[in-house]
């Protein structure tokens, strides 16, 4: 049975749901194993998972990064082994990727709603973001699915996934030591 995850508003977190708009049972999406361990991945800060051959994903990523000079937001490419553990552990599709997520804690957010949810983990003024609450989730994640479903045609497609510098690599979950990016 799907579990439910509240937002903190209680109204914008998203159940499991796939590519496809049907709701997964958590640890339902995929049959190869990961080759992290996902009780090792740390979830103590938001993590926003990213199609990380996207030119338009990456391009955003780091926007955020100097947007968020606390780093409260961790980093996994949707692509990576840490990436495809939290898929699996929230139920969504290995392959297919049509949304970026955000995990935060037990709760995921997709397309919409994890950027409005975004916006306002970054505080005054990118918390005015919120007001696009007032479009029903149906309206805004249509609207997202337009950019989405054109996002290679528009913003171009990498070959690899993007390497972070040096200086907020700290920030990115890797496969190698997922642990390694806790502070």
């Known amino acids: 049975m799907p579990t439910e995850r509240a937002a903190p508003d209680g109204d914008d977190a998203d159940e499991s749901v796939g590519s496809d708009g049907d709701t997964r049972p958590d640890g339902d999406a995929g049959s190869e194993p990961s080759t992290v361990d996902v009780e ?9 998972m990213f199609d990380g051959v996207c030119n338009l994903c990456s391009g955003v990523v780091s926007t955020l990064l100097p947007l968020d000079p606390d780093g409260r937001l961790r980093f996994a ?26 995990v935060e804690g037990d709760r995921t957010y997709t397309k919409s709603s994890a950027a409005i949810r975004i916006a306002e983990l970054l505080g005054w003024p990118y918390r005015a973001a919120t007001i696009g609450r007032i479009l029903p989730k149906a ?17 171009g497609k990498k ?19 997922p642990t390694s990016s806790q502070s």
């Open 159 to 177: 070959d690899r996934c993007m390497i972070p510098d040096e200086d907020v690599s700290d920030r990115f979950l890797s496969p190698q030591s």
């Open 139 to 155: 309206i805004r994640d249509r609207l997202y699915d337009v950019v989405a479903n054109n996002r290679y045609d528009w913003f």
């Open 40 to 48: 090792s991945i740390p979830t103590d800060r938001p993590i926003v």
């Open 77 to 102: 490419s949707l692509q990576s082994p840490p990436g495809q553990a939290l898929l699996k552990r929230h139920g969504f599709p290995t392959e297919d990727f049509d949304s970026f997520v955000l």
